[in-house]
C-alpha cells in the first residue's frame, strides 16, 4: 500500500511513523488542517497513489511511502470513499519511493 503526504513531514515519518496525531507541519492532501479520521489515509495501488499525488493541496511538494505488513481487511471507509487505517503506522514499516513531487499545474 502507498501513502502521500507532504515533504514537509518527511522527518516526522522517518522519526515516528505515520501518526494522525502529529498533523501539524502541513496540510492533508485534501487541503485540511486537521485530521479527517483518526487513522492514515492509504492507497491500494501504486495506481491510486497517482490520484492523491494529483489532488495535492499541500501547497508544495508531495512523497509517497510504500507501507508494508497492512491488511486489506484491517482498512476503514471513510464517508468519502477513502480507504484508512486506524492505526498508527511506524517507521520500520515505511519506505519512501517517490520524493519531492512537485504540485501539478492547474
Known sequence: ??????????ASIQA???DWRRMGAA????????????G??????EFDS????RMN????PV?????DGVDEGQLLESSEGFRYLPAVIP???????RKDLPPEPE
Do not use: K, Y
Open 16 to 18: 515516528h511513523g505515520l
Open 63 to 67: 512523497d509517497v511511502w510504500a507501507v
Open 27 to 38: 496540510p492533508g492532501i485534501a487541503g485540511s488542517s486537521v485530521p479527517e479520521q483518526e
Open 1 to 10: 500500500m502507498w501513502h502521500v503526504t507532504s515533504t514537509r513531514n518527511r
Open 91 to 97: 517507521p520500520e514499516r515505511l519506505r519512501l519511493v
Open 50 to 53: 497517482d490520484f492523491f499525488v
Open 57 to 60: 493541496n499541500t501547497d508544495g
Open 40 to 45: 492514515c489515509f492509504l492507497a491500494l495501488s
